[in-house]
């Protein structure tokens, strides 16, 4: 699959990968500075974004996905720095322990490996197949239907993203939502291996959230990833790159330039 991705800038490469309903654009502004010392790339995993629609989602899929655009890059392994978000930090595990000679360093944020409850998810998928796309008129109507099954204006706002207009001046969503809502078991499968990766990973969690436990940063990290570190940021919460912007970019900075 040709995953969609925007480059910027120049050097040791850093990816980066969004994610659940994300899109590269989430990552813009930050992608914007580490440009001006890193080669960057952000990238549309499948079922989101601009990106190709399957059938099939899967963390072994996905990974795969991201090897091909390494080697249509053809990215130096040796320097490759690798970032997830969420789902995406999942794909990035799940790359760096099936594949540790493709990277040089791992960076994942908010997500440990062990399994995930995706039950939290139902009210999101409920909104989002609630807009009726067929006579939608407007973002606003989008945002009223949203309302009715999410109360948080700003998760109403990062899903709106993911809302266009086709070439007939119709509505759609740019994610594959029966895809995903048909695998949401599978994007919240544990991350497994049966040797650890041994190179350098940065874990940073949000210290409101509750998706990296003391529990994954005593045991299930270090067991899979022995050369970790997990950076906690406070005041943030799971979208840790969206709240603390410069803090993030200072931890990823200084661990992927080292």
Known sequence: MQLHYREQGQGRPLVILHGLFGTLDNWQSLARRWAEQFRVIAVDLRNHGRSPHSDEHSYELMAQDVLELFDTLELDSSQLVLLGHSMGGKVAMRLALSHPDRLAKLVVLDIAPRFSDMRHQDEILAGLHAVDLGKLENRQQADEALAQHIKWPDVRQFLLKNLYRRDDNSFAWRPNLAALTAEMEAIGAEITAETP?????????????????????????????????VETVVDAGHWVHAEAPDKVYELVTAFAAS
């Open 197 to 229: 990766f041994l190179k350098p990973a940065l874990f940073i969690r949000g210290g409101k959230s509750d998706y990296i436990s003391t529990e994954d940063k005593l045991y299930h990290i270090p067991q899979l990833f022995p050369n970790s570190v």
